[in-house]
């Protein structure tokens, strides 16, 4: 296996010169008709196989009829499916399956679920324990591992190993459970990927296989990743630059994993190496009144920067838990200020209070007419009722706090 190291940058260009060679001596060998895919490019996240490929078929103009993308999941889903690991079973993904089995177990051996409260453990517990478990997946732990794991980290305490193996045999019990529904957790995909690569017909009709993007993987990823690599050709592009500060969090993964491998470093027009880091610049916090004033005073720091620190606009981001309830204020203030920007975020549907209004009317008889629900409704200027029945409003408030209406 290649890996390449860089900035993404950097990543991007060695990715589209790559395949506009290996494009060029694949139709210099092949007739001129439509090629199969032979080169299979697997990034993290949809996202990002889709800049992938704008990026190789807009932005280089390359022809891409030999290329498949995939994320991580679909290639290891593509693997499972084409194979007879799930023998008739079903894969199931759904988070609350799986936290309804986690429960089920736990009523049916009171002697597993004691550790963890028993009956009068708190229902929020039960999500943090589903969690858990698919933590402990995800690392590739069974209960034998977890033994030898134990038996080696002499620091636990008893309380904390009794705690321990009573997650392991929590983790083995719902495994059997799954087994006897004929079912197969969605975190097992990788596990079942791995022991299939070898011999898989999907990997065998690809001439290579181009990972792009990965920084982490979990520990059943990982054995995955690897397996694919033993069956067929492999490149890496890794986001990675030795000794600066923005990559530290890839370290671990480079230094155990990737650096015994032929590693090419892609630098950048100005190398970072051997150039000390630069201290980061404190925080500082601005208060302000509401999201208006919020986005006023965002606004007016890019102005700051732009003017008198040279800051250009292409190089500030703005990040909010969530813009929802910022898109009109951005859109109002920000060309108000003659602030450049893009958002590629549109609003969601139920931010306008029409669509607002429609659904609530839509899902009253579902949520058993929450008390709540209906009096937004009947207050909503888009829901009309006959003019004499106005005065009421308030009064239908007033007696559904009084009299403790919730539903019906």
Same mark, same amino acid.
């Given at each position: 296996?290649?890996?390449?190291?860089?900035?993404?940058?950097?990543?991007?260009?060695?990715?589209?010169?790559?395949?506009?060679?290996?494009?060029?001596?694949?139709?210099?060998?092949?007739?001129?008709?439509?090629?199969?895919?032979?080169?299979?490019?697997?990034?993290?996240?949809?996202?990002?196989?889709?800049?992938?490929?704008?990026?190789?078929?807009?932005?280089?103009?390359?022809?891409?009829?030999?290329?498949?993308?995939?994320?991580?999941?679909?290639?290891?889903?593509?693997?499972?499916?084409?194979?007879?690991?799930?023998?008739?079973?079903?894969?199931?993904?759904?988070?609350?399956?799986?936290?309804?089995?986690?429960?089920?177990?736990?009523?049916?051996?009171?002697?597993?679920? =004691?550790?963890? &409260?028993?009956?009068?453990?708190?229902?929020?517990? *039960? +999500?943090? /324990? @589903? %969690? !858990? #478990?698919?933590?402990?997946?995800?690392?590739?732990?069974?209960?034998?591992?977890?033994?030898?794991?134990?038996?080696?980290?002499?620091?636990?305490?008893?309380?904390?190993?009794?705690?321990?193996?009573?997650?392991?045999?929590?983790?083995?019990?719902?495994?059997? =459970?799954?087994? &006897?529904?004929?079912?197969?957790?969605?975190?097992? *995909? +990788?596990? /079942? @990927? %791995? !022991? #299939?690569?070898?011999?898989?017909?999907?990997?065998?009709?690809?001439?290579?296989?181009?990972?792009?993007?990965?920084?982490?993987?979990?520990?059943?990823?990982?054995?995955?990743?690897?397996?694919?690599?033993?069956?067929?050709?492999?490149?890496?592009?890794?986001?990675?630059?030795?000794?600066?500060?923005?990559?530290?969090?890839?370290?671990?993964?480079?230094?155990?994993?990737?650096?015994?491998?032929?590693?090419?470093?892609?630098?950048?027009?100005?190398?970072?190496?051997?150039?000390?880091?630069?201290?980061?610049?404190?925080?500082?916090?601005?208060?302000?009144?509401?999201?208006?004033?919020?986005?006023?005073?965002?606004?007016?720091?890019?102005?700051?920067?732009?003017?008198?620190?040279?800051?250009?606009?292409?190089?500030?981001?703005?990040?909010?838990?969530?813009?929802?309830?910022?898109?009109?204020?951005?859109?109002?203030?920000?060309?108000?200020?003659?602030?450049?920007?893009?958002?590629?975020?549109?609003?969601?549907?139920?931010?306008?209070?029409?669509?607002?209004?429609?659904?609530?009317?839509?899902?009253?008889?579902?949520?058993?007419?929450?008390?709540?629900?209906?009096?937004?409704?009947?207050?909503?200027?888009?829901?009309?009722?006959?003019?004499?029945?106005?005065?009421?409003?308030?009064?239908?408030?007033?007696?559904?706090?009084?009299?403790?209406?919730?539903?019906?």
């Amino acid at each position: 296996m290649k890996v390449f190291v860089g900035p993404f940058a950097r990543l991007e260009e060695a990715l589209a010169r790559d395949i506009a060679e290996r494009g060029g001596r694949l139709a210099a060998r092949r007739p001129p008709r439509f090629l199969p895919p032979r080169l299979a490019i697997v990034a993290p996240s949809r996202r990002l196989a889709s800049r992938l490929e704008r990026l190789l078929a807009v932005e280089k103009g390359l022809t891409l009829l030999n290329v498949e993308f995939h994320t991580f999941h679909s290639l290891a889903l593509a693997v499972v499916e084409e194979g007879d690991a799930l023998q008739g079973r079903r894969l199931v993904f759904d988070g609350l399956f799986h936290r309804r089995a986690v429960e089920s177990t736990l009523e049916r051996h009171p002697e597993i679920a =004691r550790p963890f &409260g028993g009956a009068s453990r708190p229902r929020g517990f *039960l +999500a943090a /324990l @589903a %969690a !858990s #478990l698919k933590d402990l997946v995800d690392a590739g732990i069974d209960a034998d591992a977890f033994e030898e794991l134990l038996s080696e980290n002499r620091a636990a305490s008893d309380e904390e190993a009794a705690r321990l193996r009573a997650l392991a045999r929590l983790l083995e019990a719902v495994r059997r =459970r799954l087994d &006897g529904a004929g079912v197969v957790a969605g975190s097992d *995909l +990788a596990r /079942l @990927a %791995a !022991s #299939l690569a070898p011999e898989s017909g999907v990997l065998r009709r690809l001439d290579r296989v181009v990972y792009y993007g990965f920084y982490d993987l979990t520990g059943l990823q990982l054995d995955f990743f690897e397996a694919v690599a033993q069956a067929r050709e492999t490149d890496l592009y890794f986001p990675y630059e030795k000794r600066h500060a923005a990559y530290r969090f890839a370290d671990a993964l480079f230094k155990e994993r990737i650096e015994r491998y032929q590693v090419e470093e892609l630098q950048g027009d100005n190398s970072r190496q051997g150039v000390p880091e630069i201290p980061r610049p404190a925080v500082s916090v601005i208060n302000a009144s509401g999201e208006r004033g919020e986005v006023w005073a965002v606004a007016k720091e890019i102005l700051r920067l732009h003017e008198e620190e040279g800051v250009p606009f292409e190089a500030i981001g703005v990040v909010a838990r969530t813009l929802g309830p910022y898109h009109d204020e951005i859109r109002e203030i920000f060309p108000e200020n003659a602030v450049p920007f893009a958002m590629e975020e549109r609003p969601a549907l139920t931010s306008h209070p029409a669509a607002r209004a429609a659904r609530t009317l839509l899902s009253l008889k579902r949520r058993d007419y929450r008390a709540d629900l209906v009096a937004e409704l009947l207050s909503s200027p888009y829901f009309k009722i006959p003019t004499a029945m106005n005065g009421g409003r308030r009064s239908w408030r007033k007696a559904l706090r009084s009299l403790g209406v919730h539903a019906g």
